[in-house]
């Protein structure tokens, strides 16, 4: 990689600081992964590592030794795991983990993907590296739901191959973001919210929905909202900011 030293500079940034998240992206492609795993195995403390990939199938090419979904394997300081983007994998792997690192994050479906739920709500992680392999992705929508403040760049050393990633990158960019709506409700309170959808998506007045209790800020997860007229599922965001003195909902209905 290039300029190892502010890499490891800015990982150890993130690593100290209070924020959970952190995204990876850069030229270096899928080197990306394996130079987040050096710098953990570096820091001489025996972690618990999840890796999630995008399919069981492309395990030893992505990572070069084959796995099975629950069983760890010991990499000098690292007791890694691994599964799966496709969640009846997920069923074998451990709660807790020191580090879960998610990638390609570009096989990632967007704001409603499961995966992203998976982590956030059911799975014990002091930080979790979203690592991507090309960045021809408009990745905000991750940013935005895993409250990501951190961004490590990690690029190639060869200018060669550096520049034209670069530019192949800079070719067309994909927005996972799209009917990605936001709505501004004044509290979070039941009422308010389902007002807010009722009016946004015309259920014809909300009777039920599967809140379960009042939203609270940072949270994000998929909820069913019975109306009159229709009864849809959500994912929702609620964004840490707010703006113009009122809560920012980011709300995708989901298929």
């Known amino acids: 990689m290039r300029n190892k030293e502010e890499v490891i500079i800015s990982l150890n940034e993130f690593l100290k600081s209070s924020e959970k998240h952190c995204l990876v992206v850069g030229t270096n492609v899928q080197k ?13 403390k025996h972690l618990k590592i999840l890796i999630r990939i995008s399919s069981m199938q492309d395990c030893e090419y992505i990572l070069k030794f084959k796995a099975k979904t629950g069983a760890i394997k010991k990499i000098s300081n690292l ?3 691994v599964d799966s983007m496709q969640s009846k994998s997920q069923e074998n792997t451990h ?7 998610v990638y390609p994050i570009g096989s990632l479906k967007g704001i409603e993907d499961k995966n992203i739920q998976d982590i956030i709500n059911d799975r014990n992680s002091e930080k979790v590296f979203w690592i991507s392999n090309h ?11 895993c409250d990501i403040k951190h961004v490590i760049e990690i690029n190639n050393s060869d200018d060669i191959i550096h520049n034209r990633i670069l530019s192949n990158n800079g070719n067309e960019i994909i927005d996972k973001k799209n009917n990605f709506d936001k709505l501004f409700v004044n509290d979070l309170s039941y009422y308010s919210i389902e007002e807010a959808i009722d009016e946004k998506y015309n259920l014809g007045g909300i009777y039920t929905s599967s809140m379960g209790q009042e939203l609270t800020v940072g949270i994000f997860n998929e909820y069913i ?31």
Do not use: M, W
């Not at 609620?238 to 009122?246: A, C, H, S």
């Open 32 to 44: 990306k992964l394996f130079d987040v795993l050096r710098y953990l195995n570096s820091l001489e």
């Open 79 to 81: 007791s890694i795991q």
């Open 95 to 101: 709660k807790n983990f020191n580090c879960i690192l």
């Open 135 to 145: 960045d021809n992705i408009d990745y905000s929508y991750l940013k935005d739901i």
């Open 225 to 255: 909202f019975g109306g009159h007229k229709a009864t849809k599922r959500f994912c929702i965001k609620v964004l840490k900011e707010k703006e113009d003195e009122k809560f920012v909902l980011l709300v995708k209905p989901c298929k």
